[in-house]
């Protein structure tokens, strides 16, 4: 069996029997009933996922997988590919946004070279990433498929493998990316597997303008036309309009719901490759946690299809796991509901009128 | 001088100079412009409140106000009046809402004893609380005024001298309100500020029903014909229609704006609190930071008589404050934003096509 067919087997819905211990245990918590609303159903949610009454969460990480695309050849990012490799070095010299998110909050960063069109052999070897190299970038999906269909099943594998790597010592994983121009795909993924149109799911990434927006729904309409992504296939749509570090973030999400952890998921680039997972195992949907809702427009799509509501609306369009990270505190706060305050009572306080 | 008086003059608008500075150096950080969104609004902010580039947060206290309510006679809550000393206690032994959501972010939860209709002078004389007690509960709004003008001021005062107390070796203040009863009069206060409905501003509270709903409008409706407010003085709304723990609330506000410091506001009681704060003195909302919409309905336009856009929205409902504590989690991401991305020249990573 391989790494991929052993891990969907492992991976089974939240159990209800700990929801509703959970459940029974806030609703007489020495508050008005279920006033702390979406953290007292994330609460039941982590109970669900961990099986636990007392879920543990404090050993967090935010994984960042790096990748690069062919698709920047087609101008659909203000920024150049070089920026990937550069940005990598920002992370692991700790002055980037996910650096200075994941301190609040306590997190480690790991960044994961998924494929980077760069020789990043000696970050590597120092240990101060981990290489899963696929490629030096993907193919640009607007001539063919963006990798072959055995590149997406190991760039998955890669994620899945990362996730094995850290479960021993990780409660808590959030999602992250790095890739200039992964939008583009991203919105390709979206458009593949919900058939809404590319207009309505793409966005203007790092900022581009009208024109440059126009032209980057033309080079997402002309990948999905030449690829013909089969929307109920993940492997196929990972394939043909992906990114390794997309694969990589599907991967992680697996590996996490097959060790029973929640996940939490970035933004835009995050939720694409949580929508490849899904379509994968349906059921690594109840591991899922979404952080927040980006200015991307296709990011609301995403979180319907997937039926989840973010935690935080606070128009972030970064990327790297820095929504993750904010959630985290979240996180923590609905675990501290449910083991840390005092029911009715215990606190022999008065109860409301029926 | 009085005290009072003393606060509103020590009251400036934030620095623009600071404010420009901050923003200087978020312009060229390591990321696609601004794209951290609301956190770096809220960073620019900080720095124009404090008058520094390293604005300091880590001290943090949530100063918990408590206080009953002579309205509650009328029948506007589900719950009785005995709740709010038994909740004081609750948040003395540790195992309230706030208490959970305050160790989760290292701020020290004050309880303040503002006008609780019970002897607490045990738990005032062992330090667990601090004794400010205006009275034992304010009178029946319904029938005249809840409180002296004097103890409208001698409230608000209090809720000074609790800043300056902990002023010392606090660093961010957040807001929090217990008493039985006072949705009643925060909707009365936003009504009378703002001239909006009592229908429109009034919600369920604790879990009212329709006809208790109905009810609840009708009784703060009397109370605004009975007392006549004048929309304009903060004092006689306080006076007439407010509550001790309010008045302690607005006063918190005052001192932590004299002192510079930011301050979140809570929830539905709390950003009543501040509308009375801010007819008092209008350049205190320069300090104030929206900590989250709640469920209450009136609390939307209070934010928006305000001008402040909440950061959270979770469907909390719970008062105490822990809207205020999980919001210092992203008081403290904005300054580490600030003070620990790199900017594009020290990272040496390539910037956007112009």
């Given at each position: 069996m391989t790494l991929l067919q052993e891990t969907l087997q492992a991976i089974l819905p939240q159990d209800q029997e700990w929801r509703d211990q959970a459940k029974n245990r806030l609703d007489q918590l020495t508050m008005p009933h279920w006033a702390l609303g979406r953290l007292m159903d994330l609460a039941v949610d982590l109970a669900g996922m961990t099986r636990s009454m007392n879920p543990p969460v404090s050993r967090k990480a935010v994984v960042t997988m790096a990748g690069d695309h062919g698709v920047v050849a087609e101008g659909v990012s203000k920024f150049p590919s070089e920026v990937t490799p550069q940005m990598v070095g920002n992370f692991v010299n700790g002055g980037a946004g996910i650096n200075a998110l994941a301190n609040q909050v306590g997190a480690r960063v790991v960044v994961v070279d998924m494929g980077v069109a760069a020789d990043l052999s000696a970050m590597a070897k120092s240990g101060k990433i981990i290489d899963r190299k696929i490629a030096f970038g993907t193919s640009n999906m607007a001539k063919g498929p963006a990798m072959t269909r055995e590149q997406a099943v190991a760039a998955i594998e890669a994620g899945i493998d990362v996730a094995r790597l850290l479960g021993g010592e990780i409660d808590l994983f959030g999602t992250g990316d790095m890739g200039i121009g992964n939008t583009t795909p991203s919105a390709a993924i979206v458009a593949a597997i919900t058939g809404i149109s590319v207009a309505t799911v793409t966005g203007r990434g790092t900022g581009l303008d009208d024109a440059q927006l126009d032209h980057k729904v033309k080079v997402i309409e002309e990948a999905l036309k030449v690829n013909q992504p089969d929307p109920h296939d993940?492997?196929?749509?990972?394939?043909?309009?992906?990114?390794?570090?997309?694969?990589?973030?599907?991967?992680?999400?697996?590996?996490?719901?097959?060790?029973?952890?929640?996940?939490?998921?970035?933004?835009?680039?995050?939720?694409?490759?949580?929508?490849?997972?899904?379509?994968?195992?349906?059921?690594?949907?109840?591991?899922?946690?979404?952080?927040?809702?980006?200015?991307?427009?296709?990011?609301?799509?995403?979180?319907?299809?997937?039926?989840?509501?973010?935690?935080?609306?606070?128009?972030?369009?970064?990327?790297?796991?820095?929504?993750?990270?904010?959630?985290?505190?979240?996180?923590?706060?609905?675990?501290?509901?449910?083991?840390?305050?005092a029911t009715f009572e215990e606190a022999a306080v008065a109860t409301a009128d029926k």
């Open positions: 993940g492997l196929d749509v990972l394939a043909k309009v992906g990114g390794f570090e997309i694969g990589g973030i599907a991967g992680l999400i697996l590996g996490a719901a097959a060790q029973r952890k929640p996940v939490l998921i970035d933004g835009f680039i995050s939720t694409a490759g949580a929508l490849i997972a899904s379509t994968i195992a349906p059921s690594c949907r109840d591991y899922l946690i979404a952080s927040h809702r980006s200015v991307e427009q296709g990011h609301r799509i995403m979180h319907q299809h997937l039926q989840l509501e973010p935690l935080l609306d606070l128009n972030l369009r970064l990327g790297e796991g820095t929504g993750a990270a904010l959630a985290m505190n979240l996180v923590e706060a609905a675990c501290r509901i449910l083991t840390e305050v």
